[in-house]
């Protein structure tokens, strides 16, 4: 008998919105294979999906993702220097095609945050398009208290959200820090009361998801790619994404409301 997967994250559908919860509690959802694999690919599938128009990522049990599994890593350690080496770049190397996706993804995607976000959790919000915290979560990079550097692309994110001093100081030293501070380094785009995050991450999903999803995917795609882009690249990029939007029925509901003056019904298309 085939051994049944286990659910390393868990998904709910509610209107155009995708919420998928980190489901490994016992362990403040620190990473494994399982749920790297898992989350990609419930991720990949919505790629195309013109239903789901905001993917939220949460943690369960009052967490967001405490970073790595050290037990899991604890149980590497007999291994050689040389072989443990490969097993952990073989690690490290499964999270890349989840970072790639959600920069990818050409609709919004929310990390609403309570609890601990350290280590990779750190990393996976940063890789995040919005983040929306409650007031008691907290925050490490974590990574040097464990003898190793960062992994998952915060070093990429890191310094652009809170520059290159900022990135040293917190990467290195790993010190604790709450959400408002997040907030103040760029980290955190609002700090809500605990009790009020689950409401307030659902008004957010839901007011993207009723927005002009192409044009939030072109925008998107246009301020990711400006980071490595020169300026006349990303001239060149805005006119063709602008006419490509202008071609689409949201552009003609958008101007349409604002001549009629009302709310305008965006329908993703």
Not at 99 to 115: D, F, M, T, W
Not at 162 to 184: I, N, P, S, Y
């Amino acid at each position: 008998m085939a051994k049944k997967k286990a659910k390393e994250i868990l998904t709910e559908r509610s209107k155009n919105v995708l919420t998928i919860t980190l489901n490994r509690p016992e362990v403040l959802n620190a990473v494994n294979g399982p749920l790297t694999e898992q989350l990609f690919e419930e991720l990949a599938a919505v790629e195309n999906d013109a239903r789901i128009r905001c993917v939220v990522i949460r943690g369960s049990n009052g967490h967001f993702m405490a970073g790595g599994d050290l037990k899991l890593f604890h149980g590497e350690l007999d291994r050689e220097s040389d072989e443990r080496r490969r097993f952990f770049e073989k690690f490290v190397y499964q999270v890349h095609p989840l970072i790639q996706v959600i920069k990818r993804l050409p609709k919004p995607v929310v990390a609403s945050v309570e609890g601990a976000a350290g280590g990779f959790g750190v990393s996976l919000m940063l890789a995040c398009d919005l983040v929306i915290a409650a007031d008691t979560s907290f925050y490490t990079m974590a990574y040097c208290s464990i003898g190793t550097s960062p992994d998952g692309s915060s070093t990429y994110f890191l310094p652009r959200s809170v520059g290159l001093k900022k990135a040293m100081e917190l990467a290195l030293l790993c010190d604790r820090f709450d959400a408002e501070t997040a907030k103040g380094y760029g980290m955190v785009n609002w700090v809500v009361p605990e009790n009020d995050l689950a409401a307030e991450t659902a008004k957010l999903a839901n007011r993207l998801a009723s927005g002009p999803t192409k044009a939030y995917g072109n925008t998107k795609r246009l301020l990711n790619n400006s980071l490595h882009s020169t300026l006349d690249d990303q001239l060149q990029a805005e006119a063709e994404s602008f006419s490509q939007c202008a071609g689409s029925g949201d552009f003609v509901e958008g101007i349409n409301a604002f001549v009629e003056k009302r709310k305008a019904r965006f329908k993703g298309k």
